[in-house]
């Protein structure tokens, strides 16, 4: 039994931060490639930050410079730190393990694994 719960979403300013935070009740951190995806409504869910479990990381250009993915392994817990915030950010902000993947591609994606396992998200909202 697996469970993947994300959590650290709200409401903030053009500018400002958030953490979102994403805990893993099994060994997916440990054992595969974990990304951060977002979609807002009426769009395409796309990817946002990636790190494998080799500890190579990726982003979607729309963030790099302002997110960074990290993940600390103790205690299961994946981290997206958002800086700078635009309205253009707004999304639900969705955790993923991608099974039988270990590397981060490009673009905030994973390697191509078997298959994807999500946990259910939380809402940001920048204006």
């Known amino acids: 039994h697996v469970q993947l719960v994300e959590s650290g979403g709200g409401s903030v300013q053009a500018g400002g931060s958030l953490r979102l935070s994403c805990v893993d009740s099994?060994?997916?951190?440990?054992?595969?490639?974990m990304a951060w995806f977002r979609q807002a409504p009426g769009k395409e869910r796309e990817g946002v930050a990636a790190?494998?479990?080799?500890?190579?990381?990726s982003y979607a250009d729309s963030v790099k410079g302002r997110f960074t993915i990290s993940k600390d392994n103790a205690k299961n817990i994946l981290y997206l730190q958002m800086n700078s915030l635009k309205p253009e950010d707004s999304a639900m902000y969705s955790c993923?393990?991608?099974?039988?993947?270990?590397?981060?591609?490009?673009?905030?994606?994973?390697?191509?694994?078997?298959?994807?396992?999500w946990g259910q998200g939380t809402q940001v909202t920048v204006s």
């Open positions: 790190i494998g479990s080799d500890g190579t990381t």
């Open positions: 993923a393990a991608e099974l039988g993947s270990m590397t981060a591609s490009s673009g905030g994606y994973c390697s191509t694994g078997i298959s994807t396992y």
């Open positions: 099994g060994y997916l951190y440990v054992t595969y490639c």
